[in-house]
């Protein structure tokens, strides 16, 4: 495990935690955050909120911002791992200095509706290109995935999306152009955004840890109140206990950070053991520790209680950000390994609150 103490990486934390505080979400397709809300009750749909596109990145204004942001940051690599069904490049950002450092692999977008952890995503590459985080940098290597599935996340598929909430210029779909859940593919490896990820990240580079960001329902609750987000370890019964124990360790790191801010609440996700999910396959065949995490309310469905309106972007994307910052920043600096798990036997599996109730304005 590694413990070796990395110099100005708390205080690169801190300043991401300062701009995220003040709502620094400055890339022109991020909504403005949220009002102060009571915790975990972000705006819902309802009928009554609004379910754009227009605010959300399409594809090609990621790729130019990648770009863009290659050109600017010498520590930044961008690299092609594959292209999808409709043909578009899967692109890989890669921060690494030393292979013998710990890696990390955020993974976003493998469902093509659940855009908000892209826009996180987007945010938190911005910021290591900064003076004030790039400490983190010397204690570990970043990898990121900022959209796997890019055809679902521009409604170009080869299936209807006329029944879609979300209004503006497209629809997104949880499925690929293929009308194929790219997170139940992680066995067969059959569809080529899969088959990128693992031919060429997965096996290509020594990744220690990998968090998969994703989107849930709105309704899910811990305690009495709407969750911000879940989280969840590998559950499958071949995953070796010691990574299952590492990937405990990721989890508290989150939830330390995004369950004490106020407006996150977090609860624990009821997930399933089957492996050709990518938080139990990965970890099996890899032994790499991995988790999950849902944020709260999707950026287009079918099923209102899955759609989010847009005024909840702000709140959700800097949790992405808080998510990201705060583990490279543990695994930098080593204190990840005395993080605490002991929370789990205590985190309360959440539950879903009957249609309806949870619908706050």
Known sequence: MHSKEVPHVKKSLAAFKALTAAGALSLAVVAAPAPALAVGEGPNYGGNGQITTSKLATYSQMVSFLKDQDAKQPAMELEVIGQTVKGRDIHLVKYISDPAKPTILYLTQQHGNEQLTTEGAMEFIKHLGTGKSSGILDGVNILIVPMLN???AMGDVNFSLDDYLAKGDRHLTRYNAEGVDLNRDHVAKVQPETQALHSNVM?????????????????AERDGKLVSGSILYPTTPNADPAVVEKSKRLGAVVFNNVDSTGWGHLGKYQGGSAETISRNGISVEYGIATLL???RGMSDHYLDGYALGQRSNGYLIKQTVTTLTSTAAAIADGSIADADTSFWDTLAEQTSRPAGEAEDE
């Open 150 to 152: 890019a055809d679902g």
């Open 293 to 295: 995490f849902e944020m």
């Open 203 to 219: 096996r290509k580079y020594r990744v220690d840890y990998m968090i998969d960001l994703h989107h849930q329902g709105t309704r």
